[in-house]
């Protein structure tokens, strides 16, 4: 699961659904724009944790599943 970002990204305009793989992830799990100016603001002040990672990259996903889930707007009656 990886988190929804709402901002402009470079090359894509209109950010990234959650689950949808940002086209600047490296074949590694890194930012091929980490550092350069136009990396959205969200992405930049994301601060890793060990409660955010756990021990494993399933225990990430689903702290990230969570986080999403617990910031989605609330569906409209």
């Known amino acids: 699961m990886a ?5 402009p ?3 894509m ?7 949808e793989r940002c ?3 490296t074949g590694e799990h890194l930012c091929a ?3 350069h100016p136009d990396r959205p603001p969200v992405c930049a002040s994301l601060r890793a944790s060990v409660e ?3 021990a494993t990259a399933r225990d ?3 702290y990230l599943q969570r986080l ?3 910031t989605r707007p609330a569906a409209l009656p």
């Open 3 to 7: 988190p929804s970002v709402s901002s």
């Open 9 to 11: 990204i470079p090359g």
């Open 13 to 19: 305009p209109d950010g990234k659904a959650a689950g």
């Open 23 to 25: 086209i600047h992830l």
């Open 33 to 35: 724009i980490f550092g």
């Open 52 to 54: 955010m990672c756990g």
């Open 60 to 62: 990430a996903f689903g």
């Open 68 to 70: 999403e889930r617990s």
